[in-house]
């Protein structure tokens, strides 16, 4: 299975802007569907975008379409999520997810994932 680490959280105000990355080690993402879920105190765990398998396909969660964009450096194994527009609901921890038998239908599922980073906690302040 791939290691995930995530890095790049942190306090921000509203309007601002934030990117965080999650790093593979051991293995590639080659293969894998490469997600990024969020959770708030209190909430379930919320789908925000993801890498299809082939990589070939990006899929947002709608609260956060056309403010969040997915990108990936595949020399440096890693997937990078850049928000924008920051909002007070943004605010939660960060997760990283990969799976290599995600279907299309089930990304947005975090239960089809089986690897899972440390998670970063995103701040958004007034």
């Known amino acids: 299975q791939v290691q995930l680490v995530e890095s790049g959280g942190g306090l921000v105000q509203t309007g601002g802007s934030l990117r965080v990355s999650c790093a593979a080690s051991g293995r590639s993402f080659s293969g894998y569907a490469v997600a990024w879920f969020r959770q708030a105190p209190g909430k379930e765990r919320e789908f925000v975008a993801c890498?299809?398998?082939?990589?070939?396909?990006?899929y947002y969660g709608d609260s956060v379409k056309g403010r969040f964009t997915l990108s990936r450096d595949n020399a440096k194994k890693t997937v990078y999520l850049q928000m924008n527009s920051l909002k007070l609901e943004d605010t939660g921890v960060y997760y990283c997810?990969?799976?290599?038998?995600?279907?299309?239908?089930?990304?947005?599922?975090?239960?089809?994932?089986?690897?899972w980073g440390q998670g970063t906690q995103v701040t958004v302040v007034a």
């Open positions: 997810a990969a799976g290599r038998g995600v279907i299309t239908s089930s990304l947005g599922n975090h239960r089809a994932y089986t690897s």
């Open positions: 890498f299809s398998r082939s990589g070939g396909f990006t």
